[in-house]
């Protein structure tokens, strides 16, 4: 991936409202072993995922990428994005085997100056629903997309 | 679990974070950049020849820390920021403290600073975390 030029800042400021398409999402009990021994954990009691998956399930479950995320963007490159922070709620415990509802948005894209540097602040965040509609989680997402790095 | 104001959540110890593991993340997450799985290219950034942690993955050491210390369900919300990247063969302690304790419909909640701590003495991760201890 690479995008030379400074895209438009009105390019930018338009993400914002964006909707990915949504759809649901089951963390499988596979995947869901295989990410806890990723953390160095044993595997967690009876059916609950290890929250970590609150990044990655949400991103796919909401039909979207980290690739598609850093294209809107229009990310000069994979190494020019950084991570402000990630904002995770949980209102249940998150389950593997259960089908998630999960939407997914942006919230925020501005464009800043920092430092004599440029980059693009853009925001996205998730929602996940349980069958019943109970909401399970939301996280937020700011990532930092740096420009003129080349 | 009595928790007051000042007290310190006992330490989770990554002595060696291990590149198979970011590997197995990347897959997991489809996560296209190589910076997670091909040490040239972080060579190339100035890093070494290491692959840089994912951020999920470096947050995940303090999820364990919490579990451990308030249980697998306690979790109610986590803030991190990522100041510094994790490399592999880094030397990796999840720590915190707790800054307040509150009543809120019908749970106490523990509201806590969190970090990951190196060996070299930086703090790559930083953030907060809120727990449920009833």
């Excluded at chain 1, 259960?98 to 894209?109: F, K, M, N, P, Q």
């Excluded at chain 2, 928790?3 to 110890?13: A, L, M, Q, R, S």
């Excluded at chain 2, 919300?77 to 490399?87: G, Q, W």
């Excluded at chain 2, 749970?107 to 201890?133: F, H, M, N, Y």
């Amino acid at each position: 991936m690479t995008q030379s030029s400074l895209p438009d800042e009105s390019e930018i400021r338009a993400l914002v409202g964006h909707e990915f398409p949504g759809g649901r999402y089951t963390i499988a009990h596979w995947e869901n072993f295989l990410l806890t021994e990723c953390t160095g954990a044993p595997p967690l009691p009876g059916d609950l995922a290890h929250p970590v998956a609150l990044f990655h399930m949400p991103i796919l479950g909401a039909q979207t990428s980290i690739g598609e995320m850093f294209a809107l963007g229009q990310a000069e490159s994979d190494f020019s994005i950084g991570i402000e922070s990630y904002d995770w709620e949980f209102f249940a415990p998150m389950r593997e085997e259960l089908e998630y509802d999960v939407t997914g948005r942006i919230t925020s894209a501005e464009r800043r100056e920092e430092d004599g540097r440029t980059f693009d602040r853009i925001q996205f965040q998730f929602d996940l629903h349980e069958p019943d509609n109970r909401h399970a989680a939301r996280t937020t997402i700011t990532w930092h997309y740096r420009r003129n790095l080349t | 679990m009595k928790v007051e104001v000042g007290d310190t959540i006992p330490e989770w110890h990554m002595p060696s974070v291990r590149a198979e593991r970011m590997r197995t993340m990347a897959a997991i997450l489809r996560d296209p950049n190589p910076v997670h799985w091909d040490p040239r290219v972080v060579e190339k950034l100035g890093f070494g020849h290491h692959t840089i942690n994912q951020g999920p993955l470096g947050l995940s050491y303090m999820i364990n820390m919490l579990h451990e210390w308030a249980g697998h369900e306690s979790i109610r919300r986590l803030y991190m920021t990522f100041p510094k990247v994790v490399l592999d063969e880094d030397d990796i302690t999840a720590q915190g403290t707790v800054t307040a304790v509150r009543d809120e419909n019908g749970e106490t909640l523990v509201d806590c600073d969190i970090w990951l701590l190196r060996s070299d003495g930086d703090k790559p991760l930083q953030g907060k975390a809120t727990v449920c201890i009833s």
